[in-house]
């Protein structure tokens, strides 16, 4: 089965960047949509980008323009490039790989926007 394994979080100031990267292993991961997700204290988990396996993308309206996903099959990672950060793109950011008849999360990294 895979397993996903997060990293790239951290402290940033809004305006700044960072990104995120989504290591998997297993062979099939080339094979299946990862997406990433975000859940800020007290809120409920929000739905911010979406890859395919061809590469096709979906955004979140509230990260359009600043966050940009990406996969390299050959390392078997999913990057999420993160720009002009604001205060309320704090949140643990987790991925997601789903398949037809399973899916599987990881643990997530904590993202921190803050002056």
């Known amino acids: 089965q895979v397993q996903l394994v997060e990293s790239g979080g951290g402290l940033v100031q809004p305006g700044g960047s960072l990104r995120l990267s989504c290591a998997a292993s297993?062979?099939?991961?080339?094979?299946?949509?990862i997406a990433w997700y975000r859940q800020a204290p007290g809120k409920q988990r929000e739905l911010v980008a979406t890859?395919?396996?061809?590469?096709?993308?979906n955004y979140a309206d509230s990260v359009k323009g600043r966050f940009t996903i990406s996969r390299d099959n050959a390392k078997n990672t999913v990057y999420l490039q993160m720009n002009s950060l604001k205060l309320e793109d704090t949140a643990v950011y987790l991925c997601?790989?789903?398949?037809?008849?399973?899916?599987?999360w990881g643990q997530g990294t904590q993202v921190t926007v803050s002056s």
């Open positions: 890859i395919t396996s061809y590469g096709n993308t």
């Open positions: 297993g062979s099939i991961y080339s094979t299946v949509v």
């Open positions: 997601k790989a789903i398949a037809t008849t399973w899916n599987v």
